[in-house]
């Protein structure tokens, strides 16, 4: 799989292109701001561009803003956003224009090389990934009342909650003390509530929570 | 003596906005410097990590708890540098920030926002500081069930109300008050007031109003 990846930090960028490229990863080239990825991004048609939120010349936003350039010109490159913060509402703003190959992690989870490679896989394969932290933000979020997530039970909407932070079924049966049937049992209704067509199923414990978020 | 009443009003609102600047250096220079450090650390152990061979197993643990210290330190300098200067303020204004603000407050939180469009910087870090410190007062001392935030803006004042159905009473305890003695420095100084209203067994409820352009 080809990789890019944009960050000012020489240190970082460095380092993540050695990281990606000790999991097996080609990395076709760095960028260090906004724009110099999208020259990168035409030249180099990447599989996924890894791109940090805070670049010059602003140092607010730009990877944001180029992300979802990228996305608008070529869709199908899939894009991982590192943040050093959690901002629930950058990650939605991202998720917005649709989840198939995106992603937003915080900055400190490349430290773990089988996560990293695991993220870029499945943003490349036109998966999403979702930082548990933002998600675990997003969840405690206040809901309306119109919000189809009112219409889960109290149950499922632990269940969804737990789903949200990434766990399996076997590690969300274990919390909440139930059998792995009945936390299956709970994720078949949360689907059928949130009306999400069949997909496979990584895919759709990601849509439903996605769905959970956007709802509000 | 009008004039120089005029002239300290001046100079206090330019403190403020020179501490402002100030917070956002220091923001700025933490994200630049340390957590880009940090993180380049973090990433190397990683590193070490998945090429420790297995006969290096007695290292394994170590390294494993070192990982999890970093990044406990992170997490910590994260939650640090967005209190001294919460970068989607500049971002994506007050809106947001109070949003995100109100989405990880440790209490119920409902907001409703009559904002349009950006407001001057200082007003809205006055504001954003002053609903921070609302929300955490409220957390700590108010038993309060949910908070009702609501920020207006009309006429050239911005209004920020943050009311708790709690215990009340606040003001009464020592060392309570002094993070709001700063905080309504800091609206005085830009021309504003903030007041707080809290009779026992019925709430607290502060009230800043700011004039905003």
């Not at chain 1, 999991?23 to 940090?52: C, N, Q, T, Y």
């Not at chain 1, 590192?82 to 992690?105: F, I, K, N, R």
């Not at chain 1, 009112?150 to 949200?164: D, Y």
Request: aromatic share 2%; hydrophobic share 45%.
């Amino acid at each position: 799989m080809r990789v890019v990846v944009a960050d000012d930090a020489v240190l970082l960028r460095e380092g993540l292109a050695r990281l990606l490229v000790e999991a097996g990863f080609e990395v076709a080239g760095l960028a260090s701001d906004g724009s110099e990825l999208l020259e990168l991004v035409e030249r180099a048609r990447p599989d996924v561009a890894i791109v940090d939120i805070r670049m010059p010349p602003t140092h607010t936003d730009e990877g944001l803003q180029a992300a979802k350039q990228i996305r608008a010109r070529w869709p199908r490159t899939g894009i991982l956003v590192l943040s050093q913060h959690v901002h629930a509402g950058y990650a939605l703003e991202l998720l917005s224009a649709g989840t198939d190959g995106v992603g937003y992690l915080l900055k400190e989870r490349v430290s773990d090389l089988a996560e990293l490679a695991a993220s870029v896989q499945r943003v490349g394969a036109g998966g999403s990934v979702l930082d548990p932290a933002v998600v675990s933000q997003l969840v405690s979020r206040r809901r309306q009342d119109d919000d189809p997530v009112t219409k889960l039970t109290g149950r499922e909407r632990e269940v969804l909650a737990l789903m949200a932070e990434g766990r399996s079924n076997k590690a969300i049966a274990e919390q909440l003390f139930v059998s792995e049937y009945t936390v299956e049992k709970h994720v078949g209704n949360i689907f059928t509530t949130l009306r999400l067509p069949p997909s496979p199923d990584d895919h759709r414990r990601v849509l439903a929570v996605v769905a959970f978020l956007n709802a509000q | 003596m009008r004039a120089r009443l005029v002239e300290l009003q001046a100079s206090r609102a330019r403190l403020v906005e020179a501490t402002d600047a100030e917070r956002r250096r220091i923001e700025r220079d933490l994200h630049d410097g340390t957590q880009q450090r940090l993180v380049s650390i973090a990433m190397s152990l990683g590193l070490a990590d998945a090429k420790l061979p297995a006969a290096g197993a007695e290292a394994k643990p170590i390294v494993a708890q070192t990982r999890e210290e970093l990044a406990a330190a992170l997490a910590e300098l994260r939650d640090l540098t967005q209190g001294i200067y919460p970068t989607i303020l500049t971002e994506r204004g007050l809106g947001a920030a109070l949003d995100e603000l109100c989405g990880r407050a440790a209490i119920t939180a409902h907001l409703r926002l009559f904002l349009d469009g950006r407001l001057p910087a200082p007003v809205e870090t006055a504001a954003y500081y002053v609903v921070s410190e609302a929300l955490t007062n409220a957390a700590k001392h108010s038993r309060a069930s949910a908070v009702r935030v609501a920020a207006t803006c009309a006429d050239g004042l911005l209004t920020v109300e943050i009311a708790d159905d709690g215990v009340g009473g606040a003001g009464a305890g020592a060392g309570r008050g002094s993070g709001l003695r700063g905080l309504a420095d800091r609206v005085d100084a830009l021309g504003g007031r903030l007041t707080v209203s809290s009779p026992p067994g019925q709430g607290t409820t502060l009230r800043m109003e700011l004039p905003c352009g």
